[in-house]
């Protein structure tokens, strides 16, 4: 067969490739975790990304909603357990500073204690050094 007698490939409208690509994409991955790319619906469609982006948004903006779809049972899950994470963090970063507080009040409070004792034990010595009380023997 010679070049010119093979029949040319007419290429689909990009618009009409792109929204095929999208809807192959979206029944490929499905539920699945995986994100769908701009990298792939590209490449499924045989078109640029400049093009893509300069002159077919409607399509774009179908990819973003694509993207952003129902979310799965894993990330769902995933999504709670850190946002109840995130409100244990706080709660816990609460009661840090709540128990450094209260180490502290304690810590002053021995310190006030221990200032007292010595005070305490200085008066006492002083008392026995002036009534200078000796041991007295008891008889049975």
């Known amino acids: 067969m010679t070049p010119q007698s093979q029949a040319p490939t007419v290429k689909r409208p990009t618009g009409e490739r792109l929204t095929t690509a999208l809807q192959t994409l979206a029944h490929r991955h499905g539920d699945s975790t995986q994100k769908i790319t701009v990298t792939e619906l590209c490449r499924l469609a045989d078109v ?56 502290d009040h304690y810590y002053t409070a021995y310190q006030e204690t221990i200032t007292l004792l010595h005070r305490r034990e200085g008066e006492l010595a002083a008392l026995h050094r002036r009534l200078k009380v000796q041991p007295a023997l008891v008889k049975s």
């Open 48 to 103: 640029s990304r400049n093009s893509l982006y300069r002159y077919h948004r409607t399509n774009l903006n179908a990819l973003h909603k694509l993207q952003h779809r129902r979310v799965t049972l894993a990330e769902s899950t995933l999504r709670k357990s850190d946002e109840q994470r995130r409100v244990e963090n706080v709660a816990l970063r609460v009661r840090i500073s709540k128990l450094a507080a209260l180490v």
